[in-house]
């Protein structure tokens, strides 16, 4: 949502600049991940053999991870889009009408924890800023900020997604109003009842304060037309 106003296709009738950021209580960690069938085991793997992936519409994760890895990298990456919705697109895998899917590690965690837990698919590369503590570490590529330093963004701020879905406000609430609904979402992730509620659904809580996102969505919005212009054609 954050970056749709300067990689989507130009109708988007907000400004994010603008809005008030309240705040984040996780990460939100992309990971791509193949099925056992498809031979596709690593990293390398992946810029030899093509392997087909199950996408949603362009604009969302399940879309923009592949095709970015594709266009930046070369991972051979085959989309078929028109799928409603992540879960639509794991039973696909599931019964092997594709072999991969690209989504927040939040979402494979909560939705299919055996994934992981059983080692039913196999880990491809980590999307994010650092390494995935969930993950084994040679089963994990994590160097996407790096690369799209050099290809793209001198910051990686384009190409990763750090946070999860944020809580915010209107673009014109009161400098006392923005600050009181701050400091309440930061009371509420350090709350013993929300933090036994998010264990019990698989939830990670690393919050993010509301002044940390509007920091980070100016850098994004300061970012040079040529970067912009740049991740754009990545993201095509």
């Known amino acids: 949502m954050i ?9 988007s009738l907000f400004d994010p600049t603008k809005l008030t950021w309240i705040g984040s209580a996780s990460r939100e960690d992309g990971l ?7 031979g596709i085991t690593s990293w390398n793997d992946l810029l030899e053999k093509e392997v087909i992936v199950g996408t949603t519409a362009p604009g969302t994760t399940t879309y923009m ?3 970015m890895l594709r266009n930046l990298f070369g991972a051979r990456f085959k989309p078929v889009s028109g799928y409603p919705d992540g879960g639509q697109i794991a039973l696909a895998v599931q019964r092997n009408e594709v072999q991969a899917i690209c989504q927040t590690l939040s979402s494979i965690k ?44 001198p910051q990686g701020r384009a190409c990763a997604q750090s946070r999860g879905p944020p809580v915010l406000g209107a ?59 740049r991740t754009k054609l990545i993201a095509k």
């Open 32 to 38: 791509c991940v193949a099925t056992r069938s498809s």
């Open 171 to 229: 673009a014109r609430h009161p400098p006392q109003r923005a600050q009181a609904l701050r400091a309440a979402f930061d009371a509420m992730t350090r709350d013993a009842s929300f933090l036994e509620e998010a264990q019990r659904l698989r939830m990670d809580i690393e919050p993010a304060s509301g002044l940390e996102i509007e920091a980070l969505v100016k850098e994004i919005y300061a970012l040079p037309e040529s970067v912009i212009a």
């Open 65 to 67: 991870y592949p095709v």
């Open 3 to 11: 970056t749709e106003p300067l990689l989507g296709s130009g109708q």
């Open 110 to 153: 909560i939705g299919r924890p055996d994934w992981l837990r059983d080692r039913v698919v196999v880990p491809l590369i980590a999307l994010g800023l650092g390494r995935l503590r969930d993950l084994p570490d040679p089963q994990i590529g994590h160097g996407t900020r790096a690369r799209c330093r050099a290809a793209a963004d």
